[in-house]
């Protein structure tokens, strides 16, 4: 694939405002920025129909609540930098593409071109990933604007939200994989570690080679998940907020700490709920098996 110099570049000075971004035969513009977190940039977008009759993008969606009304999108966007980050963003899309759930946005279309930043400089690739686009925010944005204003989840609501299918609410396809893998190399641990940091567990920070990685890694995003869904933060930023330090270091040696006061008045049961899946060894973390039972009886006690 040779490098291009196509509509995509104008990605790259999207940060700064303004520019067309094409993908595949589809043209958008870049309204502004959403939000940004590892190697990606979320963008609001908005489609550019040159000729009124044109459905555009939407003729390629099966599903027709995925069309906007206004034309406007996410795109998510991503330079890759190197062969291990292309293949781990391919099996972001092939992943994508195969659910179809209310609870996950469904990826709208996809482009995986060669680019050039500049003369002087190698190819690379950049992905550009279409998502409909909810303006009212993510879970975690709601739950961090709650706590801005001090009001919280109850703890039946808690439960709820924890409980939708899938459990993971905070799924990020770019870190999907095996379940169950032993790591050989030091590149796998870097594909491992593309789980937001505040989220990763203990063993993907220093994974030795040769180890044992299998679902009850995820069993501690879980975990952190809930206590952000409950506090609006992950457990260890709100560590490092109250006494700072290193987040590795906190994550590492499970340094929780809960929120003192009044409000909200999370009972007990939730909190050891959270303990049991922020176990620093993996292997004496519950299963996802565990969790579903054990919530669906806190659901049963709190929901009456």
Same mark, same amino acid.
């Not at 104008?10 to 939000?35: C, H, P, S, T």
């Not at 555009?56 to 998510?76: E, L, N």
């Not at 002087?120 to 801005?148: I, R």
């Given at each position: 694939?040779?490098?291009?110099?196509?509509?995509?570049?104008?990605?790259?000075?999207?940060?700064?405002?303004?520019?067309?971004?094409?993908?595949?035969?589809?043209?958008?513009?870049?309204?502004?920025?959403?939000?940004?977190?590892?190697?990606?940039?979320? =963008?609001?977008?908005?489609? *550019? @129909?040159?000729?009124?009759?044109? &459905?555009?993008?939407?003729?390629?969606?099966?599903?027709? $609540?995925?069309?906007?009304?206004?034309?406007?999108?996410?795109?998510?966007?991503?330079?890759?930098?190197?062969?291990?980050?292309?293949?781990?963003?391919?099996?972001?899309?092939?992943?994508?593409?195969?659910?179809?759930?209310?609870?996950?946005?469904?990826?709208?279309?996809?482009?995986?071109?060669?680019?050039?930043?500049?003369?002087?400089?190698?190819?690379?690739?950049?992905?550009?990933?279409?998502?409909?686009?909810?303006?009212?925010?993510?879970?975690?944005?709601?739950?961090?604007?709650?706590?801005?204003?001090?009001?919280? =989840?109850?703890?039946?609501? *808690? @439960?709820?939200?924890?409980?939708? &299918?899938?459990?993971?609410?905070?799924?990020?396809?770019? $870190?999907?994989?095996?379940?169950?893998?032993?790591?050989?190399?030091?590149?796998?641990?870097?594909?491992?570690?593309?789980?937001?940091?505040?989220?990763?567990?203990?063993?993907?920070?220093?994974?030795?080679?040769?180890?044992?990685?299998?679902?009850?890694?995820?069993?501690?995003?879980?975990?952190?998940?809930?206590?952000?869904?409950?506090?609006?933060?992950?457990?260890?930023?709100?560590?490092?907020?109250?006494?700072?330090?290193?987040?590795?270091?906190?994550?590492?040696?499970?340094?929780?700490?809960?929120?003192?006061?009044?409000?909200?008045?999370?009972?007990?049961?939730?909190?050891?709920?959270?303990?049991?899946?922020?176990?620093?060894?993996?292997?004496?973390?519950?299963?996802?098996?565990?969790?579903?039972?054990?919530?669906?009886?806190?659901?049963?006690?709190?929901?009456?």
């Amino acid at each position: 694939m040779g490098c291009s110099f196509s509509g995509l570049n104008g990605l790259y000075d999207a940060v700064n405002g303004g520019g067309d971004v094409w993908i595949n035969e589809n043209r958008f513009k870049i309204i502004r920025q959403l939000g940004e977190g590892g190697f990606a940039y979320v =963008f609001l977008v908005k489609e *550019v @129909l040159s000729d009124p009759s044109n &459905p555009g993008i939407s003729k390629k969606f099966k599903d027709p $609540s995925h069309i906007s009304d206004d034309g406007t999108y996410a795109m998510k966007k991503l330079l890759i930098q190197n062969s291990e980050q292309l293949e781990m963003v391919r099996e972001e899309i092939r992943v994508s593409s195969l659910f179809s759930h209310p609870n996950l946005l469904p990826l709208l279309d996809h482009a995986i071109i060669s680019v050039k930043v500049s003369q002087d400089q190698s190819c690379k690739h950049q992905a550009c990933l279409l998502f409909p686009v909810h303006l009212d925010g993510t879970l975690l944005y709601n739950a961090k604007a709650m706590k801005a204003k001090k009001e919280f =989840f109850s703890t039946s609501d *808690v @439960l709820q939200i924890f409980r939708q &299918p899938p459990l993971a609410m905070l799924m990020d396809f770019g $870190s999907a994989g095996p379940s169950r893998r032993q790591i050989r190399s030091r590149s796998e641990t870097l594909q491992l570690q593309h789980v937001s940091a505040p989220f990763r567990a203990p063993e993907l920070w220093d994974c030795p080679s040769q180890c044992d990685v299998d679902e009850r890694t995820d069993i501690w995003s879980l975990g952190c998940t809930l206590y952000a869904i409950m506090y609006g933060v992950s457990p260890f930023e709100y560590a490092l907020g109250e006494s700072g330090g290193s987040l590795q270091l906190a994550i590492v040696n499970a340094q929780m700490k809960w929120p003192t006061g009044p409000s909200p008045p999370y009972p007990e049961a939730l909190h050891q709920f959270v303990t049991w899946m922020l176990q620093p060894q993996a292997t004496v973390r519950p299963r996802i098996d565990d969790i579903l039972i054990h919530v669906d009886k806190l659901i049963s006690k709190f929901s009456q």
